[in-house]
C-alpha cells in the first residue's frame, strides 16, 4: 500500500501535524504503536507557552478546546531547600504565558480533532528503508507494510525513522529519574502537599533533586533526579517496590520528613525513567521524502521545552507542506532551516529541570524572576 503522508507517532507533535494538515484539506495517516491512549500513562502537566505550544494549538484552531483544559492556580513555583525552607515562593496571579493542562486530556483533543481512521493503531513499527526517487517503506512488528511519499517521523527518542537520516542515536545525560505519585494528597499527604504548594516545587542539590508539582485530583507527582551512571540503577530491583522505594529514598537521607515522603509514601511503584539526549546543534543533510519533528529531531534533557517544541514542529511542518502545494521538498526545506535552530537554542543544559549538576538555587530563582519579565 501506498500513502502520500505518513507520520509515524501519534504523540503531541505528530498529531498536531496531522490536524493542521487535515485544517488545509491535505490527508494524512498516523501509524502509532500503542493499542489505546489508555494503554500506559500518558504523563503529567505540561506547561503550554505562548511562543510555542500555544500558537501551534493556534494553528491548529484548537485554542478554545485548550483553554478549557487549562487549570488554575497550577503556575505558581516555589523552591525549597532539603531542610523544607522555602527560598523562593510564586504564587499564579493568572498572568503568566505558560498555564498548565494535563498531557493526556491535550492529546485527547487532538485525537477528537481529526477524521475517524486518521490514526492507525497498534502499527508497532519494526524498521524502514529508503526506495529512492522519494519513496520509503514502513515496516510494521507483524510484517506489514506501506509505502510513504512523505514519511514523517514523530517517533520519539528511540525513533525507527531516524536511521533514514543520520547515524546519530541518543546518549545517556548522566541522570535518571525516578517517578511517583501521591494520591488525594491533602487527606492522606498534607505534610508533603503543604511544601509542595498550589504549583510546581523544586529542591535542588548537585546530584540529587526532587520535583513535583499538583495535578487534577489532587495528585501530587514527582520526579526524583538523581545523577549515577546507569550500572548505579542496574543494581536495583525496581520489580521489588519496597526496596527500590528505600534505596532511594536513603540517597535523601536527611532531607526534610515532607519532601522525603514524595519517595517513601509514593501511591504507585517507583518508575525509572533514563534521560537521554541527542547531542545539541544536532541536524542531518536533507534527505527527499523525510523528515523528523519532536524528540525524533532534537531529543533533550527535561527543561519544560520538548512537548511545546513538538507541537511547534508539528504545526510549522504542516503549515509548510500547505504553502509548497506539489512541492514537498522545498516544505521540508524551509521547514527544517526554521527548526534546527530554534531546537539547539532551546537545548540549554543550564535550564531548570534539565541534566545539569551545576545549576544552584540561586541560578533557579533567576530564572524564575527572569520568566515573569515581559519580553
Request: charged share 20%.
Amino acid at each position: 500500500m501506498t500513502t502520500d503522508i505518513t507520520i509515524i507517532g501519534a504523540g503531541l507533535g505528530g498529531l498536531t501535524l496531522a490536524r493542521v494538515l487535515h485544517l488545509y484539506g491535505i490527508p494524512a495517516t498516523v501509524y502509532e504503536a500503542e493499542p489505546s491512549p489508555a494503554t500506559r500513562s500518558q504523563g503529567g502537566m505540561l506547561d503550554i507557552h505562548d511562543h510555542s505550544g500555544q500558537p501551534a494549538l493556534a494553528a491548529a484552531g484548537l485554542t478554545d478546546e485548550f483553554r478549557g483544559l487549562v487549570l488554575e492556580g497550577r503556575q505558581a513555583m516555589r523552591l525549597l531547600d532539603p531542610a523544607g525552607t522555602v527560598l523562593f515562593d510564586k504564587d499564579d496571579d493568572g498572568t503568566g504565558g505558560r498555564p498548565e493542562v494535563q498531557r493526556g486530556e491535550l492529546r485527547q483533543i487532538l485525537l477528537d480533532s481529526l477524521p475517524a481512521g486518521t490514526v492507525r493503531r497498534g502499527r508497532k513499527v519494526s524498521g524502514t528503508r529508503t526506495l529512492g526517487e522519494g519513496l520509503h517503506e514502513v515496516t510494521f512488528a507483524d510484517g506489514a507494510t506501506v509505502v510513504s511519499g512523505l514519511l514523517v517521523g514523530a517517533d520519539g527518542a528511540w525513533s525507527r525513522v531516524r536511521p533514514l537520516l543520520t547515524t546519530v542515536v541518543p546518549e545517556y545525560t548522566g541522570k535518571s529519574l525516578v517517578e511517583t505519585y501521591l494520591l488525594d494528597a491533602a487527606t492522606r499527604h498534607p505534610a508533603a502537599a503543604k511544601a509542595v504548594g498550589g504549583g510546581s516545587m523544586i529542591v535542588h542539590t548537585p546530584g540529587r533533586e526532587i520535583f513535583a508539582h499538583r495535578e487534577k485530583g489532587d495528585t501530587l507527582h514527582a520526579y526524583v533526579g538523581l545523577s549515577e551512571p546507569q550500572e548505579w540503577f542496574a543494581a536495583i530491583d525496581f520489580t521489588d517496590t519496597a526496596a527500590a522505594t528505600a534505596r532511594i529514598a536513603q540517597e535523601f537521607d536527611g532531607w526534610a520528613p515532607e519532601l522525603t515522603a514524595l519517595i517513601t509514601d509514593s501511591d504507585i511503584a517507583p518508575v525509572l525513567r533514563p534521560l537521554h539526549t541527542l547531542p545539541a546543534g544536532h541536524r542531518w543533510d536533507r534527505v527527499p521524502g523525510v523528515t523528523l519533528l519532536g524528540d525524533a529531531a532534537h531529543l533533550a534533557a527535561p527543561n519544560g521545552e520538548g512537548a511545546n517544541l513538538a507541537m511547534l514542529d508539528g504545526a510549522e511542518l504542516g503549515q509548510a507542506l500547505a504553502a509548497h502545494p506539489g512541492d514537498a521538498e522545498a516544505a521540508l526545506t524551509a521547514y527544517e532551516q526554521a527548526m534546527f535552530p530554534r531546537s539547539a537554542e532551546a537545548a540549554d543544559p543550564e535550564a531548570p529541570g534539565s541534566a545539569s549538576n551545576d545549576v544552584t538555587p540561586h541560578d533557579l530563582i533567576a530564572a524564575f524572576t527572569q520568566d515573569e519579565q515581559p519580553e
